[in-house]
């Protein structure tokens, strides 16, 4: 069972760091359902919007940290297939927000050999968010430090039934045999075809699920949850779940 810390629900923690970190064993990919945004600022009698923004800080800290301490990979939930769902002025901010991001924090990403990518049902995302996080992805193409991963307009369900057409299709183009349909087949359709898969699922808020997110991708990832709300979220919140993590033995289903 995954090891709750107490923290207190809206308040910031202090900046303790376990002193036992271990740098040698660090998860290589590190994937994050930032949640809590809304509620953040709910809390504090300000529109859902300004708890997005705020968010959107939080992401840039977190990446810093990332990067200095060596994690290979950070996939970040930005936007779900469901979140279209909201209100429409909430959605148009969210589709603003990739824009201002890296509009302002390109030059950083660059300078810090960080490379952008994403996942999800791209083609249906407004042309500005398209163009902003197109831009991204050309100019740090060639960076080889951390990958920042954005899930944009993602759902793992329609990810498994997209890579399920594929091989449909293949099959029926006979370019495979279905006696050669196995897991490596069937993730090399996924999104995350080039990625290492997760070892370390991190979610904000207090809520305990995985909200459609890299379920195929997550089978034997550790999870790991606070009751802090994104905005709240820092450094040594992820350290705390870097010491968690560190400290499970990992069977993948031996003994």
């Not at 709750?4 to 923690?13: A, G």
């Not at 995985?210 to 991708?217: D, G, H, M, P, R």
């Amino acid at each position: 069972m995954p090891i709750k810390f107490p923290f207190t629900r809206n308040k910031k923690q202090p900046q303790t760091q376990p002193s036992d970190l271990a740098d040698s064993h660090l998860p290589q990919h590190v994937a994050i359902i930032m949640d809590g945004n809304g509620r953040w600022a709910k809390d504090r009698g300000m529109p859902r919007i300004a708890g997005h923004k705020e968010g959107m800080s939080v992401v840039k800290r977190m990446v810093r940290y990332a990067s200095n301490i060596g994690i290979k990979v950070l996939t970040l939930y930005a936007f779900s297939t469901e979140n279209w769902k909201r209100p429409k002025n909430e959605v148009d901010f969210l589709m603003k927000l990739p824009v201002d991001f890296l509009n302002t924090y390109l030059p950083e990403l660059i300078e810090r050999n960080v490379q952008v990518r994403t996942i999800g049902d791209f083609d249906v995302l407004p042309a500005h968010t398209q163009k902003a996080v197109k831009e991204a992805i050309e100019k740090t193409e060639d960076n080889d430090g951390l990958i920042l991963n954005f899930a944009l307009n993602y759902g793992s369900r329609y990810e498994m039934v997209h890579a399920v057409k594929q091989i449909a299709s293949k099959v029926k183009e006979g370019e495979i045999e279905t006696s050669e349909i196995d897991e490596e087949l069937f993730s090399s359709q996924l999104y995350t075809c080039e990625l290492i898969e997760p070892d370390l699922l991190i979610r904000t808020s207090g809520e305990q699920r995985l909200s459609n997110f890299l379920l195929w991708q997550l089978a034997y990832a550790e999870f790991w949850f606070t009751e802090v709300y994104w905005p709240d979220f820092d450094e040594s919140h992820f350290e705390k779940a870097l010491y968690d993590f560190q400290n499970r033995k990992r069977r993948f289903g031996g003994v």
